[in-house]
C-alpha cells in the first residue's frame, strides 16, 4: 500500500515539474509587452494619423469584455481602415492625408466598461454611432476636444451619471443621441441653445420641469419622451419649437392646460404629448398644424369637446385622444373616427362604444375645473375657410 501512494505521489510531483518547464517557456515565448511591441514596430501605416489611433485601438479591444459577433476579430493589423466599424476619409486640415474619419459600431453588441482614452482621444473623428452596445460608465471631458466631432450617437446603452457636462463645449455637434441610457438628473438649459439639428434623450430618468429645458434653438426633432418631465407646456414652446418636426414628449409627467401656442408649431408634422397629466380642453389653434400627421393627446385628462376644426386637419393619419374625458364630437370628426383616423376610445362621449363608465365620467366632472387664459382656446392663428370666418378672434402675439 505504503509502495502505490509513494509511486502515485512520485507521478504527481514529475507532472508538476513537467509543467512548470512548459509554463515557463511558453510564458517567455507570450510577454504581452514584448508581442505589442514587435507588432507596432513590425508594422508600416499609410499615414502617420493611423499609427497614433493604432494602440489606441489596441488598448481599447483589450477592455472589451464581450464580442458574441467577433467584430474585434477583424481589427488586426496596420489597414485600419478595413477593420469592421472603422471608417478612414481625409481630415479637413490636410486633404492628402487619410484618418480615422468615422466610427460605427451600431448593434456590435460590444461590453467595455468605458469609452475614456479612446473615443476622447481620436482627433480626427467625426462621427461616432454606437447604438446598441453595452458600453458603460461616464463620458470623459475631453470629448469637447474633438473639433470634428458632430454626430455622437450613444444611445442605447448603459450610461449612467448626471448629463454629460462636455457635450455642451463641443464646438461642431449637430446630432446628439443618447436615448435609452440611464443618464439622470437634470439637463442643463445650454444644451437647448446649442445649434443642434437632431437631440434624442428620451428613454433615460431625466428629471425636470420642462419649462426649465426650452432654449431659444433650432432643434429639427426633440424627443424627451419617457423620462420625468414634469410641469406644464410653456407658452413660449412656439418661439422654441417653431422649426421643429417631431415633438415627442409622451410617457413624462407633464401636466396643466394646453397653451394656445401650441398651434403655432408651423413645421411639426408629429406631436405626441401621450400619457402625461396635461388636462383642459384642446385649443381651436391646433387645426393650424397644417404639416401634423400624428398628434396624440392619449392617456391624459383633457376634456370639453373635440373641436371640429382640429379634425379638419388636411394632413391628419393618426389623432389618438384615447383615454381622456371628451364630452362631444361634431360631424368632421365623426368622419376621421369611421376612417379608423381618430380614437376616442375610454372618454366620455354619449352614443360612441367603448367609453368610461357614467360613475367615472362623473367622479371627474364632480370636481371644479378651469384653465387660465380661458380665453385664448378659440383663438385661430392661420387663415382656415369655412372656420375662419365664424369661430375666430384675432390671435395674440405669441407669449
Ligand atoms: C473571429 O474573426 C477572426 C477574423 O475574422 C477569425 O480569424 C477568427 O477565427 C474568429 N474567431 C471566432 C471565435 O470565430
Ligand atoms: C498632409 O498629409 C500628408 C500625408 O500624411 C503629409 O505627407 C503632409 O506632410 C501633410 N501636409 C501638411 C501640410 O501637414
Ligand atoms: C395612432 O397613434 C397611437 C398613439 O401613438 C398609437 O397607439 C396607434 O397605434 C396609432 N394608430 C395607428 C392606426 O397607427
Not at 446630432?175 to 443642434?196: A, E, M, V, W, Y
Amino acid at each position: 500500500m505504503r509502495m502505490v501512494i509513494f509511486i502515485f505521489k512520485l507521478i504527481l510531483l514529475v507532472t508538476f515539474l513537467v509543467d512548470r518547464s512548459v509554463g515557463g517557456i511558453t510564458s517567455i515565448l507570450d510577454d504581452p509587452l514584448k508581442a505589442i511591441k514587435d507588432e507596432l514596430d513590425g508594422l508600416t501605416f499609410i499615414d502617420q494619423r493611423l499609427a497614433i489611433v493604432y494602440p489606441l485601438i489596441k488598448n481599447f479591444k483589450n477592455t472589451i469584455t464581450s464580442d458574441p459577433l467577433n467584430i474585434t476579430g477583424s481589427w488586426v493589423g496596420s489597414d485600419i481602415c478595413s477593420y469592421k466599424g472603422f471608417y478612414c476619409d481625409n481630415p479637413p486640415n490636410n486633404l492628402t492625408a487619410t484618418t480615422l474619419a468615422s466610427i460605427d459600431f451600431n448593434g456590435f453588441q460590444l461590453t467595455a466598461p468605458s469609452l475614456d482614452g479612446f473615443l476622447d482621444q481620436l482627433p480626427d473623428l467625426a462621427l461616432f454611432h454606437a447604438n446598441s452596445n453595452f458600453f458603460s460608465g461616464t463620458i470623459s471631458p475631453n470629448i469637447a476636444k474633438l473639433p470634428y466631432l458632430y454626430e455622437f450617437d450613444i444611445s442605447n446603452n448603459l450610461f449612467s451619471g448626471p448629463f454629460p457636462n462636455s457635450i455642451l463645449a463641443m464646438t461642431s455637434l449637430s446630432f446628439l443621441d443618447i436615448r435609452f441610457n440611464h443618464f439622470s438628473g437634470s439637463i442643463p438649459p445650454q444644451l437647448f441653445t446649442k445649434d443642434l439639428d437632431i437631440l434624442f434623450i428620451n428613454n433615460n430618468n431625466f428629471i425636470q420641469k420642462l419649462a426649465e429645458i426650452l432654449g431659444n434653438s433650432h432643434i429639427f426633432y426633440l424627443t424627451l419622451a419617457n423620462n420625468k418631465f414634469f410641469g406644464p407646456i410653456p407658452h413660449s414652446i412656439a418661439k422654441y419649437l417653431s422649426g421643429t418636426s417631431e415633438v415627442l414628449l409622451l410617457n413624462n409627467m407633464l401636466s396643466g392646460c394646453l397653451p394656445y401656442e401650441l398651434g403655432l408649431l408651423k413645421e411639426t408634422v408629429v406631436f405626441d404629448a401621450g400619457n402625461n397629466l396635461l388636462t383642459g380642453p384642446i385649443p381651436y389653434s391646433i387645426g393650424c398644424l397644417k404639416k401634423a400627421e400624428v398628434v396624440n393627446f392619449a392617456g391624459n385628462m383633457l376634456y370639453g369637446v373635440v373641436p371640429e376644426v382640429v379634425c379638419a386637419m388636411g394632413n391628419l393619419a393618426n389623432l389618438s385622444l384615447s383615454d381622456n374625458y371628451f364630452i362631444h364630437v361634431g360631424p368632421i370628426c365623426r368622419g376621421l373616427i369611421k376612417k379608423g383616423v381618430l380614437d376616442v376610445s375610454k372618454n366620455c362621449i354619449p352614443g360612441l362604444p367603448e367609453q368610461r363608465s357614467v360613475v367615472e365620467c362623473a367622479a371627474f366632472f364632480a370636481k371644479p375645473r378651469y384653465c387660465s387664459y380661458m380665453h385664448t382656446y378659440h383663438y385661430l392663428p392661420c387663415w382656415l375657410p369655412g372656420f375662419s370666418d365664424s369661430l375666430t378672434e384675432p390671435a395674440p402675439a405669441p407669449f
